[in-house]
């Protein structure tokens, strides 16, 4: 390994799913201005929204999370596609 590439400011930080609300912590050099009590202890938070608490391929469920309407977005195009299609 190479030495001096690596970041030296390596802590702990509590990364949060917002589909789900778990919360887990790790070691991390990324900045935040968010922070979050754990066990009495603050913590700066990274809110995240898929873990593998809430993706499908750990869980075996088929959940669709949509935070920017891209669903909606994709089918309305499908379904002028589709009409255009038709006729």
Do not use: C, W
Request: charged share 30%; no cysteine; hydrophobic share 30%.
């Amino acid at each position: 390994m190479k030495k001096g590439i690596h970041p030296e400011s390596y802590r702990l930080v509590a990364f949060r799913d917002m589909s789900n609300g778990h919360t887990f912590l790790t070691r991390s050099t990324v900045q935040t201005r968010d922070t979050v009590d754990i066990d009495g202890t603050e913590y700066p938070l990274v809110k995240i929204e898929i873990s593998n608490t809430s993706h499908p391929f750990y869980t075996g469920k088929v959940k669709l999370v949509d935070t920017a309407g891209r669903v909606d977005k994709f089918m309305s195009r499908y379904k002028n596609h589709m009409d255009q299609r038709k006729k």
